[in-house]
């Protein structure tokens, strides 16, 4: 079957078993497991007990992302999730700050 689709007065001819195949083919991949599942369950105990210390999601999340700063990014936006009650949403915004924080002071450490 043909689908004759219009964009800006543009008429593109495609057959639907084209549109079905790229479909498949951009579903979600499988989320990437730890390299260090011990330091993970460590990262996420204290990240709790940071948050229930100081009360600040941020200072659990910075905790976090000290000891397993070398994990996948999918892998530290669960930490802060689970270990850190940040929310799914916030989570990258947390992990980018984090990290550009965490490399700019790794880098005057070893520049000096």
Do not use: C, W
């Not at 639907?16 to 951009?26: A, E, L, Q």
């Not at 009360?55 to 999340?61: F, H, I, R, T």
């Not at 689970?82 to 929310?87: P, S």
Request: glycine share 4%; net charge positive; hydrophobic share 40%.
């Amino acid at each position: 079957m043909t689908i004759i689709l219009a964009y800006f007065g543009i008429y593109i001819m495609t057959d639907t078993n084209s549109i079905n195949s790229s479909s498949r083919t951009s579903s979600a991949t499988a989320p990437s497991a730890p390299l260090d599942s011990e330091r993970l369950k460590q990262a996420l105990s204290i990240g709790l007990k940071t948050l229930k210390d100081s009360g600040s999601k941020a200072a659990a999340a910075r905790a976090i992302y000290d000891l397993i700063h070398m994990e996948s990014r999918d892998v530290i936006l669960q930490a802060f999730i689970d270990g850190a009650t940040v929310t799914v949403k916030g989570a990258p915004t947390y992990y980018h700050t984090i990290s550009r924080k965490f490399r700019r002071k790794n880098a005057t450490v070893s520049a000096e």
